[in-house]
Every structure is written in structure tokens, then in C-alpha cells.
């Protein structure tokens, strides 16, 4: 893949992660951290795991064999605890009474660039 490609394919995902973040709050009732780089930094890893690895793995967890854990799927987003338990370790999706739970359930393609600006 070219710098080029990669750089499209990575546009494309992040706005598809972006969007299934929006639509996955809204059906299970949770909200975005109230420090929105949080969940921009995490849309934009789970988006480059999209491109490399095919599926979006969970950015915020050690792997010893990424595309093993990818093909395993319990860590691909959204993982088996959050699926099963509303519990997001990334602080992705949180419930309200968490304490760093926000009011935001939508942010933007561009809210996701702005703010992971200069990480990763």
C-alpha cells in the first residue's frame, strides 16, 4: 500500500469508526469520556487497526500477537466486555454514572482529527 492509499484508507475508516462509535453509544446508552481526546485518540487507533490488521482490535491493550488476537476477536471492538457488561476498559463508551462520563454522544470526523492531533 502507498503512503497515498494508506493515508485514504485510514480517512475512510476513521470516519466509519467515527460513526459506529455515534450509532453504538446510542444503542447502549452510554456516553463519550467527558475529555473528548479520550475517545478521539481511541476512534483513531481502533481506525488503524481497521486498515493494518483488517478488524478494529482494541488500541488500548498489549498484544504478543496482534493478528492472532485480531483473528480471536474477543478484544475487537466493541470487546466481549463491553458487549456483555457495558464495560469499555478504553473509555470509549461510558456509562453515566461513571465519574468521567460526559454528556457528548456524537463527535464528528473532524472533531476525532482535531483532537488525536499529534498522537500516535
Do not use: Q
Not at 18 to 28: P, Q, R, V
Not at 35 to 64: M, Q
Amino acid at each position: 500500500m502507498t503512503p497515498e492509499e494508506r493515508e485514504v484508507a485510514l480517512e475512510k475508516a476513521t470516519k466509519a469508526m467515527t460513526a459506529f462509535s455515534n450509532k453504538y453509544i446510542t444503542k447502549t446508552g452510554t456516553t463519550y469520556c467527558e475529555d473528548l481526546t479520550v475517545p478521539a485518540v481511541v476512534i483513531k487507533g481502533l481506525a488503524e487497526h481497521k486498515v493494518t490488521l483488517g478488524t478494529p482490535l482494541c488500541p488500548c491493550r498489549y498484544y504478543e500477537d496482534k493478528e492472532k488476537a485480531a483473528k480471536e476477536g474477543f478484544w475487537n471492538c466493541p470487546c466481549v466486555p463491553m458487549r456483555e457488561r457495558h464495560e469499555c476498559h478504553c473509555m470509549l463508551f461510558l456509562k453515566p454514572e461513571n465519574d468521567f462520563a460526559g454528556t457528548e454522544t456524537t463527535m464528528t470526523y473532524d472533531d476525532v482529527v482535531a483532537k488525536s492531533s499529534g498522537m500516535g
